[in-house]
């Protein structure tokens, strides 16, 4: 990068100067020349008059003007024969131009020639009043083609030296400006080579800085989810370690009663009843512990959602899991856009939540009120330094260390509902249970939900 914006600086002056030098030196030649030409055009005109009586009486040219003006003079006939003159230092050889104003008379030419002695020569002609011949006046080019020469060199040396001046300072310029490029890549690499997910420091407020400030930003999320696989990957571990150590054993029991025949056959049912109790915590654990494990973002679906008939799934599924407790329903309308499949899982664990901790013939609340779905039980309640954690993975409160579950329901309620863009929110019901709220981004009507 510095050294492209190194050559792209010298690249961009050198344009610049070269444009600059070009027009300079134009402009400088045409006004040198324009000079001239009037300089020889006036001095061909004031020689010229004189010679109208008879042009060639050397009497009559002013060789006095000439000589001072370093001129060289030559007649023209109308049949193009030249006529040289005492003045004359080169020889100028006349052509279709000046043969041309000697037999018209009038007008004038100025152009560049080759003189007799190889230098170039800038001619003017102008007709000799009353006669068939005009006056060819010339002077060398010498000293205005070495002005010239000199302003070009001038333009030539300059106009490098402002071109590698121009790199230096683009290169110390593009230098220090990538410098928090330098620091964000030297970053990336000891992330790669160390591991080590430490943010860089950060000073201004360009946006070389705001690059950095986002770069900070995506090391801390990347620790936080590498702390929240770490944690997932110890939790999961601790809560699976009791249900596969109880299953090993009672398997180990059955393998060993296989040779021996020494447990009573109700015994054995009861074994193989808690076998069968635990491969189905286990195969929940496992499921909970997949759906946590997603952290992509809902992709929405094509149709919208009716959240009551979400809820109403979820209702009849845990209606059978919870017989002799009454659920007093209520849901208005609302419209979602979302994973219908996730959303009833969440509502379903609440649901599930709420059964668990009913005394029997309890009422479970539900009520679907504009973006609110509230849950309410009439269990014991959470109690109030449970409430901080309540939605954190695998944590249990005192009261609910012995009673079956995997930890993970409430959790995935919160990451289901944070991923459709909504809250959830534990407290105390007005009966004295617990009582959840969820809150959804969406709409009472399928138009608004469109708009």
Do not use: C
Not at 180 to 199: F, G, I, S
Not at 210 to 222: E, K, P, T
């Amino acid at each position: 990068m510095q050294t492209r914006v190194t050559v792209l600086t010298a690249v961009a002056v050198a344009l610049a100067v070269a444009v600059t030098g070009a027009a300079a030196y134009l402009t400088t030649r045409m006004a040198l020349y324009q000079q001239l030409d009037s300089e020889i055009l006036d001095l061909a005109v004031t020689v010229a008059a004189p010679l109208s009586s008879d042009p060639q009486d050397p009497e009559l040219l002013n060789t006095s003007v000439l000589q001072a003006s370093n001129a060289s003079a030559e007649l023209v006939s109308a049949d193009g024969a030249p006529f040289p003159m005492q003045v004359q230092q080169v020889e100028l050889q006349p052509g279709p131009e000046e043969i041309a104003i000697a037999r018209l008379g009038t007008g004038h030419s100025i152009r560049t020639v080759v003189a007799g002695n190889g230098q170039l020569y800038r001619v003017a002609a102008v007709p000799i009043p009353n006669t068939d011949y005009a006056l060819m006046l010339g002077r060398p080019l010498r000293q205005t083609n070495l002005i010239l020469s000199s302003l070009w060199l001038v333009l030539v040396i300059f106009g490098a030296g402002g071109v590698i001046w121009a790199a230096v300072a683009g290169s110390a310029v593009a230098q220090n400006g990538i410098r928090p490029v330098r620091r964000l890549t030297l970053a990336a690499e000891h992330v790669a080579d160390t591991d080590d997910l430490a943010p860089i420091v950060v000073t201004g407020n360009d946006e070389l800085s705001r690059l950095a400030d986002s770069f900070n930003q995506m090391l801390r999320a990347l620790a936080q989810s590498r702390e929240r696989q770490r944690q997932l990957i110890a939790d999961a571990g601790h809560e699976l370690r009791t249900p596969l150590t109880s299953l090993r054993t009672n398997i180990e029991l059955l393998v060993a009663d296989q040779e021996r025949g020494n447990l009573p056959a109700q015994a054995r049912r009861e074994i193989l009843n808690d076998v069968s109790a635990q491969l189905a915590e286990f195969t929940a654990l496992i499921g909970d512990l997949v759906q946590l494990a997603r952290e992509d973002r809902v992709s929405p679906a094509p149709e919208p959602i009716d959240f009551r008939d979400v809820v109403n799934s979820a209702l009849e599924r845990v209606r059978r899991r919870g017989p002799g407790l009454r659920f007093d329903v209520e849901l208005d309308p609302f419209y979602v856009v979302g994973e219908s499949d996730t959303l009833e899982r969440a509502v379903t664990n609440l649901l599930d939540n709420a059964v668990k901790w009913s005394p029997p013939g309890g009422t479970v609340r539900v009520q679907l009120e504009g973006d609110r779905l509230r849950v309410a039980d009439e269990g014991p309640g959470i109690a109030e330094k449970d409430l901080p954690h309540i939605f954190d993975r695998f944590y249990r409160a005192d009261t609910s260390r012995n009673t079956p579950g995997t930890g993970l329901g409430l959790s995935i309620v919160a990451q289901t509902v944070e991923r459709h863009g909504g809250t959830v929110r534990a407290g105390r019901s007005a009966q004295g249970g617990a009582e959840f709220t969820i809150r959804l981004p969406g709409s009472t009507t399928l138009e608004g939900l469109s708009h």
